[in-house]
Nanobody, 121 residues
Framework: QVQLVESGGGLVQPGGSLRLSCAAS????????MGWYRQAPGKQRELVAA???????NYADSVKGRFIISRDNAKNTVYLQMNSLKPEDTAVYYC???????????????WGQGTQVTVSS
């Protein structure tokens, strides 16, 4: 089984910064894609930033130029540096990973438990 453990959420003032971390643990063959989604109250979950299977980095238009996704492959960890935070960034942020358990199999999608980010003065 794969576990995704997120950390780094919290309360921050507008204009401030936070850094989220997500570490994947368990026994698996490879991580094909990994990234961050968020869900605000009353809204659908949306992509924030992710490394895709093709190695491309995707960002939501609303966070381009403010958020940076990075990863440490040796630690199976992905980070999200969030700068110039706005109240509209307030949401539960979820880590997602597409993981192959064995060579030659399809990847399964896994989600973390979510971490709350609140941007408010």
């Amino acid at each position: 089984q794969v576990q995704l453990v997120e950390s780094g959420g919290g309360l921050v003032q507008p204009g401030g910064s936070l850094r989220l971390s997500c570490a994947a643990s368990g026994t698996f063959f490879s991580i094909e894609a990994m990234g961050w989604y968020r869900q605000a109250p009353g809204k659908q979950r949306e992509l924030v930033a992710a490394f895709t299977r093709g190695g491309i980095t995707n960002y939501a238009d609303s966070v381009k130029g403010r958020f940076i996704i990075s990863r440490d492959n040796a630690k199976n960890t992905v980070y999200l540096q969030m700068n110039s935070l706005k109240p509209e960034d307030t949401a539960v942020y979820y880590c997602n990973a597409d993981v192959k358990m064995r060579w030659g199999t399809q990847a399964n999608s896994y989600w973390g438990q979510g971490t709350q980010v609140t941007v408010s003065s």
